[in-house]
């Protein structure tokens, strides 16, 4: 005896567009929001680069913590608010005009002029980057709409996992372009990445569309069962479940399928601890990498991008374990994945070198285990949620996340300027006793900038290869001439070449242990913080999509 639901299916009738269309578009709605999805990325990572740029300028890592978490906080609500606007609205036009305003913003930042001071330079930014933080919230929502209006819930891990490839392609093309501008001056770190955003803006425009009903063809769940031919009625039905539960209204919809759903606010939590990691080192990499394991900083964005690339193979095993070794059960593939980022971590922490290629795969061995996560949680938090609150959903565990830039921004940024606070004064006192002058006094601050300038260029000037060596000697001799007219000033008086030696080598030595007393604190806690996400994965272990649970159950039903 036939079921309901498959006597539905067999009356209904065949689509008036051909599934050659229906594939074209579900490829182009993919490939399209991961493109733009990219270019989101190019415009809310492009600070990370021009971070020691802002400090050579005066700018502090407190302040630059401070811009960070607010950009953060502010774009995890933007997420979940305009998630809940974007399950209504046309995709095409909320991302796009998104972008569009995001790269805006990236303009008024990269033309804010150094001169007018540290202060007021650190306002204009800070200010324009908070309003960043909220138009980003206009990317990743229409893209889980978008995935899940077009693919059936049997293969959302793997087109989840391959659109969230977007994430690493998009920090990680980021970084290697800024690794050649960051030469022109932080700047440049705004404004090309902008340009080509905006350029991005048109295309996102030209490529997406509304869900598939509205665009002339029938709903994914019966054009995935009729052409895939998996016979299962179950996912053919669920349209007319979804449309009686938005005549419930809205906020029914969300209160039944995202407040109360404890297992989403297991995700949101997971996430949290998830994104300390992810954010922690995406936005101080360039920093810790230049400052803790002393890489220079273009190298340091090359390391930071494999930290990204990698991260895209994670992201991509991560989806073929969900829907295939795991059957949909996308928390157990992030428990095993939150282990490996665990043991990763760890060696970061515990190898303490300077070598790029070392540390590039440390920090690429995260980035692979950290991804699959991050890219899973978002899927999952969609499919138990059902279509209809799936950007909901996603935005409520994506407030989580970013609310993670309370440790990772400020919070990471205040406790390495306390920890380092002792040494930088012992170190104070020392230069001010060679110098002879007073610890406190105003021209000490330039003297040590200086010191650690003239300690750099030497040590690049005696590593240089044969046919750099000529002009990084030159660029020593300027440093040296500046740190000597800087001590001149402090002092009223001549001072001598030994004297001179003694400040830099004094000002490079302690600029390491400075380094030691803050990083090491900020790598402990990533693996902490992995445990404590793997933690919360193991409570949900078992989770699925509603539609594969009772698609399940009906099959046992009809075999019975």
């Known amino acids: 005896m036939s079921s309901p639901q498959l006597a539905n299916s067999a009356a209904t009738p065949q689509p008036a567009r051909p599934d050659s269309q229906y594939e074209y578009w579900r490829w182009r709605i993919l490939f399209g ?7 989101f990325y190019f415009v809310r990572k492009s600070i990370t680069m ?31 608010v305009n998630g809940i606007w974007s399950d209504r609205v046309n995709p095409r036009y909320f991302m796009s005009i998104g972008l569009f305003l995001a790269a805006l913003t990236n303009v008024f930042c990269g033309v804010a002029p150094e001169a007018i001071g540290a202060t007021k330079l650190a306002w204009i930014i800070g200010t324009f980057w908070i309003i960043n933080g909220w138009v980003q919230g206009m990317g990743f929502p229409p893209c889980a709409k978008s995935l899940t209006h077009w693919f059936a819930p049997r293969e959302h891990g793997v087109k989840f996992a391959t659109w969230n490839i977007s994430h690493s392609l998009g920090a990680g093309l980021l ?18 990445p902008a340009a080509l955003s905006m350029s991005g803006a048109i295309f996102l425009f030209w490529a997406l569309r509304d869900a598939p009903e509205k665009e002339g063809f029938e709903p994914v769940e019966q054009y995935y069962e009729r052409t895939r031919g ?54 101080w990499a360039p920093t810790f990498l230049t400052q803790a394991k002393g890489v220079e900083l273009k190298a340091a964005g090359w390391a930071t991008a494999s930290y990204e ?22 928390a157990k593939a992030c428990f ?104 406190n006094d105003e021209n000490l601050a330039g003297i040590v900038k200086a010191a650690e300038g003239l300690y750099d260029a030497d040590r690049r000037a005696a590593n240089a290869k044969p046919e750099k060596t000529e002009e990084l000697t030159a660029k020593a001799e300027k440093a040296r001439t500046s740190l000597t007219e800087k001590l001149a000033d402090a002092t009223g008086a001549a001072v001598s ?41 193991a409570l949900i272990l078992n989770l699925r999509s509603p539609e594969l649970v009772r698609a399940e159950e009906e099959a046992k039903a009809a075999k019975a």
Not at 71 to 79: D, P, Q
Not at 182 to 188: E, K
Not at 246 to 251: F, L, S, T, V
Request: hydrophobic share 55%; charged share 15%.
């Open 175 to 192: 970084f290697i372009l800024n690794s050649f501008v960051v030469g022109l001056g932080w700047h440049y770190c705004f404004l090309v």
């Open 230 to 283: 998996k016979g299962d009625a179950s996912e053919v039905a669920a349209p007319v479940a979804e449309a009686e539960e938005e005549d419930a209204g809205c906020w029914a919809n969300l209160r039944k399928h995202v407040f109360s759903n404890w297992a989403i606010w297991v995700l949101c939590w997971a996430n949290f601890f998830v994104y300390v990691v992810r954010f922690s080192i995406l936005d």
């Open 336 to 439: 095993y994945y939150m282990l490996g980022c665990a043991g990763a971590a760890f060696l970061f922490w515990k190898f303490n070198s300077s070598n790029l290629v070392l540390n590039a795969l440390l920090m690429s061995l995260i980035g692979f285990f950290i991804y699959g996560p991050q890219c899973l949680i978002g899927c999952v938090a969609s499919t138990v949620a059902t279509k209809k609150a799936a950007a909901a959903s996603s935005g409520l565990t994506g407030l989580f996340g970013y609310l993670s830039t309370l440790v990772t921004g400020l919070g990471v940024g205040v406790l390495v300027d306390s920890a380092t606070a002792p040494v930088k004064a012992e170190r104070d006192q020392e230069i001010a006793a060679i110098v002879q002058i007073e610890a």
């Open 309 to 330: 690339i990698f991260g895209a193979f994670g992201i991509i095993l991560s989806g073929f374990m969900m829907d295939k070794l795991f059957k949909g059960r996308g």
């Open 50 to 80: 021009a971070m020691p740029g802002l400090e050579e300028v005066g700018v502090t890592k407190t302040t630059l913590g401070l811009f960070l978490t607010i950009h953060g906080v502010l774009y995890g609500v933007s997420r979940f």
């Open 497 to 537: 070449a030994e004297t001179v030696d003694k400040v830099k080598e004094t000002a490079g030595l302690e600029r390491a242990k400075i380094a030691e007393a803050g990083w090491p604190r900020v790598f402990g806690m990533l693996v902490v913080s992995s445990f404590i996400a793997a933690a919360l994965f």
């Open 33 to 39: 929001t991961m493109i733009g999805y990219i270019f």
